[in-house]
């Protein structure tokens, strides 16, 4: 499992993010729910990217969030809500990745 610390981006850039390879695990550091994750996957097929719920709901149920991403694909996940159902102990939000070949992603921010 790698850390991934999202990067803040002004508002209206055009800046490209760097996007890195993904583990079959990772965690974004102190994330928001303003928090964006970036995916881009290569031409080996669609994934599914799984945001882990740490704390169950008032119906005593874990939640996580599956978002599928397109064979050659770039696409931006939101954060899940209420964000605080998705921290681990630590402060990060576990993300799983169905696959990893030719699988990058990066977590960014934009400040309010």
């Not at 719920?53 to 954060?79: E, K, N, S």
């Not at 964000?83 to 070949?101: A, C, E, P, Q, W």
């Amino acid at each position: 499992m790698a850390d991934i610390t999202p990067t803040v981006i002004a508002k209206n850039s055009s800046a490209l993010l760097s996007l890195v390879a993904v583990n079959s695990s990772d965690s974004i550091v102190g994330a928001t729910k303003d928090d964006v994750l970036e995916i881009k996957t290569g031409r080996g097929g669609s994934i599914n990217v799984t945001f882990v719920a740490q704390i169950a709901c008032d119906q005593g149920t874990l939640h996580d969030v599956v978002t599928a991403v397109a064979a050659g694909a770039r696409r931006a996940i939101p954060m899940p809500i209420p964000i605080d159902r998705y921290l681990d102990v630590n402060k990060k939000v576990v993300v799983n990745y169905s696959g990893t070949t030719t699988v990058t992603a990066q977590a960014y921010r934009t400040p309010a």
